[in-house]
């Protein structure tokens, strides 16, 4: 049952390639919530994903972009208003890519190269998606701007590799610019912190897994599905939330303030023989 959070509100959401996306979940979810959108991936992700299917699903029009190229995304945001009425009130920045992950390089033998393309793909095109929306005056008041992270960019996750570097710059990129954004605009910019997530860009990342049942049962509420992130999204980009900006949230079950758990503790002793065990204390 849809509670007519987001009717009226237009939107952009990037990064819905299929099912498996949060960006497609997003994108269900803020249709049923009475959003109008239009929906953004490479030109690649267009071609061989699901996108056509979701956008005949919301009525939404698919505009095909590299999230690192400027025209590209100037071209979005101008077809974007231009499809859709007027101004935007919300846009999701669901773009995540490295490399390094897929090439397998492990984080104390990088190629820089792949680096470089990494921190674009996945946090500098944030910057360049707000200060494009910020030069044509794109976004409404209280319009709100959410990025994906992941608790990486503060702790050490093994087998997370560049993308925690990247999502550290992500989460800087919404303060400083949440800050300018909400001075002169009155736009909100906002990163979600969500719990891993079985999606095609995760599941490259080195025990997958394991992670999603570590964190799983550190978590005192579990790990929040791409379902669950959806929810917090469309909450984020009501005006429910009008005067949240420049935060990282964190949707993860309680998991990033968790040092250990019970269930964890419970799995971590049974790796251990009775007599090892005896010997820990």
Not at 110 to 119: E, F, I, R, S
Not at 187 to 198: A, G, H, M
Request: aromatic share 8%; with cysteine.
């Amino acid at each position: 049952m849809g509670y007519n959070l987001l009717k009226g509100k237009r939107g952009i959401i990037f990064g819905a390639l299929n099912d498996m996306s949060i960006a497609w979940k997003v994108a269900e979810l803020a249709h049923a919530e009475g959003a109008t959108f239009t929906l953004s991936n490479t030109h690649v992700a267009c071609r061989m994903g699901s996108v056509t299917e979701l956008a005949q699903k919301t009525g939404s029009e698919v505009i095909p972009a590299d999230a690192t190229n400027l025209e590209d995304l100037q071209n979005v945001v101008k077809t974007s208003t231009e499809v859709l009425g007027g101004k935007i009130d919300f846009v999701l920045h669901s773009i995540g890519m490295s490399l390094n992950v897929r090439k397998k390089r492990v984080y104390h033998d990088l190629d820089y190269n792949y680096l470089a393309k990494t921190l674009d793909i996945s946090a500098i095109s944030f910057h360049k998606l707000i200060q494009t929306a910020f030069k044509m005056d794109a976004m409404n008041e209280y319009g709100s701007i959410v990025a994906l992270s992941y608790v990486a960019a503060q702790r050490t996750l093994y087998g997370y590799n560049d993308m925690a570097d990247a999502k550290a710059l992500l989460e800087s990129i919404a303060r400083s610019f949440g800050y300018i954004y909400g001075r002169e605009r009155k736009v909100r910019v906002n990163t979600i912190s969500q719990s891993p997530t079985v999606t095609t860009a995760g599941s490259g990342v080195k025990g997958i897994d394991g992670l999603i049942d570590f964190s799983d049962r550190m978590s005192p509420l579990g790990n929040a599905d791409a379902e669950d992130c959806a929810k917090y999204c469309v909450a984020m980009f009501s005006d429910l939330t009008r005067k949240v900006t420049m935060q990282n949230l964190f949707h993860d079950g309680g998991f990033s303030s968790i040092g250990m758990s019970l269930r964890a503790m419970k799995q971590y002793n049974k790796s251990f023989d009775s007599d090892d065990v005896q010997d820990l204390y």
